[in-house]
């Protein structure tokens, strides 16, 4: 393992943690709906069935507008549901649905095994982060959730299914991050601010 990249991470993500944390409830409104309008100039996040996204914490960019968009279209949004094996799947967040911390705190819906979907059921993944640069690489919570989760993208053309959507604050952005051997690249990045395309540009239409 390169430790000097492993370091500088973490030093980034302490450092982008303590500034989103500082952020008031009104930044934080805000946000919410800057991140909601760029999300709608992607017209994959207008249409496809399933959009799996996650619950702020920590200071992450809420996504409560977002979702109510999704909602009023009848989109289906699911939550992620950590398992043993540390990989992700997801549940469907239904109306009134009673939600229960998992083993992190973070609130997860009350499901059945049936209702799990898998990370190659999901039409769209918005990830949360707390660093990106404009290539699509991003600095998660260290945990390595998505990166495991969505391993089998590896490799394959981009974009793919699902389509994998950066979130985050614009002040999270930075010049480059390094590229690591088990990373999967976004393929889009949504901040309150713009959408940032980080397909290659030949798949661009």
């Known amino acids: 393992m390169d430790t000097s990249s492993f370091d500088a991470h973490a030093a980034l ?41 996650y619950w702020a914490v920590g200071g992450e960019l809420p996504l409560h507008a977002a979702v109510a968009r999704l909602n009023a279209r009848g989109q289906q ?27 992190y705190g973070i609130p997860e819906p009350e499901h059945t095994e049936s209702d799990l979907l898998t990370a190659q059921e999901i039409d769209l993944v918005l990830v949360p982060l707390t660093a990106f640069d404009r290539s699509g690489r991003r600095v998660g919570m260290g945990g390595g959730y998505y990166d495991r989760s969505f391993a ?26 390094a590229a690591r051997e088990w990373d999967v690249a976004l393929d889009f990045i949504a901040t309150d601010k713009e959408l940032i395309d980080c397909t290659p540009p030949e798949t661009r239409p």
Do not use: W
């Open 77 to 103: 949004y699911c939550l992620p549901i950590v398992g043993k094996d540390r990989g992700l799947r997801f549940a469907p967040l239904i109306k009134n649905a009673e939600l229960r911390p998992n083993r």
């Open 152 to 177: 089998f993208l590896h490799g394959a053309p981009r974009p793919a299914q699902p389509l994998l959507v950066g979130i985050g604050y614009s002040f999270q952005e930075v010049d480059a991050l």
């Open 13 to 53: 993500r302490a450092q982008m943690r303590e500034r989103r944390t500082k952020l008031s409830a009104a930044e934080r409104i805000a946000a919410a709906n800057g991140v909601a309008a760029s999300l709608e100039q992607l017209p994959e996040f207008l249409v496809d069935r399933r959009v799996a996204g």
